[in-house]
């Protein structure tokens, strides 16, 4: 049964840090990725990562502050906030796609529940 557990969410300050962490349980897929959802908004794509040789691409809106990695043997993905904002508000999710890149919601298979983050101006 595939599972994915995001942490790490809270409150920071503007200018401030975060990392995200995302635990993966059961099969192994080729992409993971981060997404996020802003009230009244739709979820968009963050960060996403291949599994086999950690190729990473990101959303021009976080590029140069976030970054996203992997750790295979304790089948973790994170995603390390930089240089926050308060439009990064939102809830982060974490996803598992078997499409290479994957840059849209369609693209991947499975969900974890998601973790809030708030930034405070």
């Known amino acids: 049964q595939v599972q994915l557990a995001e942490s790490g969410g809270g409150l920071v300050q503007a200018g401030g840090s975060l990392r995200l962490s995302c635990a993966a349980s059961?099969?192994?897929?080729?992409?993971y990725g981060w997404f996020r959802q802003a009230p009244g908004k739709e979820r968009e794509f963050v960060a996403g990562?291949?599994?086999?040789?950690?190729?990473?691409y990101y959303a021009d809106s976080v590029k140069g502050r976030f970054t996203i990695s992997r750790d295979s043997l304790k089948k973790m993905v994170y995603l390390q906030m930089n240089s926050v904002k308060p439009e990064d508000t939102a809830v982060y999710y974490c996803a598992a796609a078997n499409i290479i890149p994957a840059l849209t919601v369609g693209s991947y298979n499975y969900w974890g529940q998601g973790t809030r983050v708030t930034v405070s101006s």
């Open positions: 059961g099969r192994t897929f080729s992409n």
């Open positions: 990562i291949t599994w086999n040789y950690g190729n990473t």
